[in-house]
């Protein structure tokens, strides 16, 4: 079994040998989306309008690990897709971000391994990246996919009716980034998403840990938590996140 409360450098797919089956109480994780692109690089320090105007460059090439053949990113999502659900528990959940044109690929994957989809969950960004070719509406909307195993109960706590929308507004990461990771997600959304299918002690994995945003809200909320990141810029980014956050309170 991989250490607990650690955030492990490497590939998820040879590390997770190391989680028994059904061990796992709560997967949550962003992988790649595959969307790069190596020739969109846009200087918004020279836009005319000062609401679009920014220092840093607008760049969409995250790297190699988000560029890959249309059938090996299928192959790879399938791969990790299949260990997920051999170490999540009956009754355990999978949370996953995924771009939006291709989500239901993880539905349509997970029920042969016995995940039934529950939602689809929106999160949607206040404060979208401006359009510059102005030929499509805005991207706003991140999609997050939710299943759970087998046939026992879920864990799903209710809160009150107006904070139980399959939605969530907050902003991007331009407004609450901890770290230069392009594609950290909010510790808000993580937060309300933990509280709602893990309980106080649950065991959380994140194979893609990126900038430890899950691993943070676990520490915060009272979870135990095992993290995988291949990337070493990353890997090290979250680690030193990680060891800043000191605070281990119990929140419900």
């Not at 679009?52 to 299928?74: A, I, T």
Request: charged share 30%.
């Amino acid at each position: 079994m991989l250490e607990i409360n650690q955030i492990h450098h490497g590939d998820c797919l040879e590390l997770m040998k190391e989680i028994p089956d059904n061990s796992i109480d709560c997967i949550i994780t962003d992988p790649p989306y595959n969307i790069s692109q190596k020739d969109f690089n846009v200087d918004r320090s020279k836009c005319k309008s000062k609401s679009m105007r920014r220092k840093s460059k607008l760049v969409y090439d995250f790297g190699e690990w988000d560029n890959k053949s249309r059938k090996d990113f299928l192959e790879f999502t399938y791969s990790w897709i299949k260990e997920c659900c051999r170490v999540l528990k009956d009754g355990g959940t999978i949370i996953s971000f995924f771009d939006n044109k291709e989500i239901s690929y993880l539905g349509w994957v997970s029920k042969e391994f016995g995940i039934k989809t529950r939602a689809i969950f929106s999160w949607c960004k206040s404060n979208p990246v401006p359009s510059f070719k102005k030929v499509n509406y805005l991207s706003s909307i991140e999609l997050i996919w939710i299943g759970s195993k087998g046939e026992k109960t879920w864990t799903f706590n209710f809160k009150q009716q107006k904070e139980m929308k399959n939605f969530m507004i907050t902003a991007n990461k331009s407004a609450y980034g901890e770290t230069k990771h392009p594609t950290e997600k909010p510790k808000e959304l993580i937060n309300h998403l933990l509280q709602i299918h893990t309980n106080v002690g649950d065991l959380v994995l994140d194979i893609f840990s990126g900038s430890g945003t899950t691993a943070v809200c676990c520490k915060e909320l009272g979870r135990i938590f095992i993290g995988i990141e291949k990337e070493r810029e990353y890997f090290e980014m979250a680690q030193k996140r990680l060891s800043q956050n000191t605070l281990m309170e119990v929140k419900q």
